[in-house]
């Protein structure tokens, strides 16, 4: 009862803006002896204001003149003259000789919304042309990647294009994650990033068991509208009290979408699926359980999908194989469990947990290449000299047995115990008379040196060198972090990466560089574009305060060459993350595509994804078209493999995004206990509301505010990544070492916030 007194006497937030704009209106134009006229200025942005509040209308001058309370003749014929000059720039259409409307035709269009947390909303649309901006007033309550129909506004003199949201089209998603609050008659649901401008009602009979601080995924069952403002929703899931780790996990995954159960149907299929290997499956697979195999991989995995096998076929020849978990034996296309393995794309890995693309069952045990197991495998067999240069090389359907599973710093421990210096590229020197040091020493140091061959040479055609460290924490038992460190990728790290690319690069191939005049058949392809050249321009001229120098002109390989050579030499000094994160800026974002342009970053002509089948569902797609195509099927179609593409390469960045925020809230919460420190600190990131500092002992990032800055007024100066004070000049710029006190630890918003220490 209580909602529905609240909707009806709600006014209309569109009638509350017109009729505030008429009671201004009137002050400015009342013309009586002592007051004071309305400019040009003030008309213009009165006649726009109310052509925009009533889009869909069309008025007589009788009804303007009424409405903005127009009563003298000089403010009549006035706005008579702006209307035309309105009308002539197609801002508005004359309808009749004394009557116009905002014209739609040509200032409508649709699109994507975009929301920012700053209100520097803007529009995308569908024809592809440029954002344009969107205050929070013409918003309409739209959520980021809304569909939209938005009409233009008249640009007003020095003021850039805008437009306002007339229509929401459809909503990207109508689930939130927020924290409740349960009152006596009615309760509310607090959205953590404050999307809304109202929180979401919730009707007590839809709490579904909620208490107070709870967090709970809603959904939304009625919009706001022009009939009232109200967001209303239902409970659909309670995850529990805020500050458990569990809870605040599954908040994360729940908060973008992504699944944080496994539905028990998909669980009760896999258990169905035998992972006995038949003697069919023998007879129609090459034999390699005798050839000395291992897997390599992170110490806590538990999902190994690929191991590499090894042996001398005389001398200075050498057979490689690289065999890929076979899932798609498993998982038949169409399946439930495919159709699950399509909506999640991808596995995600927060912090402390991985959320599986798979069923546990396949993706840790019969589909996993764990040691002293015969496994089915997907392979690429080849044969490399000693310069690793491939000789021959065939794609085959096996059977595995590995010898040992490794951990990379095993490998990395046995390496060096041989004498390989890590980063050198120098492989380890000829073995002693007692030969080398370590289980399977030999062959991990044969992987080793062809490895190293192939990543010289492919540097030599173009790569783009990037080695970035990786943000890591150490958890207890219960979740909370008590480590925080960089991990650096090492040469065991690099020697598995090298079999992949090329293990990638050489089925895509396979597919993809057929003869002239011959159609390839489609393939998911993994593509990255070319550096977006303003970007370039604006790194090559930020290095240039380091002494740095890069070529933005000339062919794709003088490029990457100039950037190869930024790299190596700013490597080991203060600014080499700094550089390297403006750099990658320039950088495109790799993804999926049947449409094939290369891969810049790692100057491959064709490259896919075939070797992580059971964390990554392209690999899989890849897997089922390759065996088609090798019993001679036909090519598949184009439009739904790049459909699969678009999907995949979206629930990649979903994903992404999930783990950048487990790690905020888990450096947030590793900070929680040192308020009041203070610390050794750099600038990591400089923008208009605030400066980035890294912490050197721990690398924990957080914000110093732009208000907290109390010495000066800043500006940011966007080109050269710096703030400078008007008064006394002070400069805080990007790679700048400062003395920070840590000052607030905001779990809910996963927010960190210093204060410059006093010196």
Known sequence: MLLLLIANYLVPLREVFRVNLIKNITMMGKNKKGGKRMSKKQLVEALQNFFESGANETYSFKQIFKSLHLDTHPLKMLAIDIMEEMAWDDYLSKVSENSYCLNMKGQVQEGKFVRKSNGKNSFLPDDGGKPVFVAERNSMFALNGDRVRVAFMARRQNHIKEAMVTEVLSHAKDTFVGKLKVDKDIAFCITESNLFVHDIIIPKRKLKGGKTDDKVVVKITQWPSKESKNIVG????????????NV??????ASYGLPYVYPKAVEDAADKISGEITEQDYKEREDFRDVTTFTIDPKDAKDFDDALSIRQLQKGLWEVGVHIAD???YVTEGSIIDKEAVNRATSVYLVDRTIPMLPERLCNFICSLRPDEEKLTYSVIFELDEDANIKKWHLAHTVIKSNRRFAYEEVQAILEDNGVIDSTGTPAPDAPKGGYKGEWATELIQLDRLAKKLRAARFKNGSVKFDREELHFDVDEKGKPIRCYFKKSKDANKL????????????????????????AKTLPYRIHDNPDPTKLETLKQFIVKFGYKLKTAGTKGEITRSLNKLMDDCAGKREQKLIETVALRAMMKAKYSVHNIGHYGLAFEYYTHFTSPIRRYPDTMVHRLLTRYQEGGRSANKDHYEELCEHCSDMEQVAA???????????VEFMGDKIGEVYDAHISGITSYGIYCEIDENHCEGMVPIRDLGDDYYDFDEKNYCLIGRRNHNKYQLGDEIKIQVARAN???????????DE
């Open 234 to 245: 239902e409970i659909v899931d309670v995850l529990g009290q805020k500050g458990d780790n």
């Open 248 to 253: 605040e996990m599954n908040s994360i995954l």
């Open 327 to 329: 899932v798609s034996h």
């Open 496 to 519: 598995v990466e090298e079999y992949m690319l090329l293990a990638n690069r050489t089925v895509a191939e396979s597919i993809g560089k057929v003869p002239k005049g011959i159609k």
């Open 657 to 667: 995004n999930a783990e950048r925020d487990s790690i905020k809230y888990k450096m």
């Open 747 to 757: 779990l809910e918003k996963k927010q960190l916030d210093f204060t410059i220490a």
